[in-house]
């Protein structure tokens, strides 16, 4: 199947010079979204997870049928304010600006298993702030999974010493 073919390019988006890789078009297809969620569960059955870590929101989409078909949990990783309980914070740099994210003090208990998955692999911030959440709480990080990876941003330098894969790659822009 040619996923990279159902992935919709939205130019000048959020702003002028970006060329947007939206994923909506891919989610849509069943039989796509089953691709690439079987394809991750096969990459990383042998790390056998605890968890699944998903960062918000295009994280969920692709952690949480994950984690279901790997037999983990489901954590999620949200901006500030939108959890209810008590939690810890970290603030990054994106593509874009400044962010920030939060998970719940009690997400993950010391010595679990941790798989990061997220739709795009750009700058790499946003899951470089996802790792330091997991490892301040103890987590065991055992890979990192992306739909798509920008090559040419070279984000997968801020992941050396975890095992990085990526599903689709963009060259450059």
Do not use: W
């Amino acid at each position: 199947m040619d996923l990279k073919s159902l992935i919709r390019e939205v130019p000048d988006f959020p702003k002028q010079g970006i060329n947007f890789k939206d994923i909506t078009t891919l989610l849509k297809d069943g039989k796509a979204l089953k691709t690439v969620i079987d394809i991750f569960a096969e990459r990383f059955e042998n790390t056998k997870p605890d968890l699944v870590v998903g960062a918000e929101s295009r994280g969920f989409l692709f952690g949480a049928p994950l984690a279901y078909k790997l037999g983990a949990g489901f954590v999620l990783v949200r901006k500030p304010g939108k959890l209810p309980a008590p939690v810890t914070k970290v603030t990054y740099d994106l593509e874009y600006g400044q962010d920030s994210l939060e998970i719940h003090l009690d997400a993950i208990q010391p010595g679990q298993k941790v798989l990061i998955v997220d739709d795009l692999l750009a700058t790499g911030g946003t899951v470089s702030a996802t790792a330091e959440l997991v490892k301040k709480l103890g987590g065991e990080i055992v890979g990192c999974a992306f739909l798509i990876e920008l090559d040419f941003l070279r984000g997968r330098d801020k992941l050396s010493g975890y095992d990085v894969f990526s599903l689709l790659h963009y060259e450059a822009e």
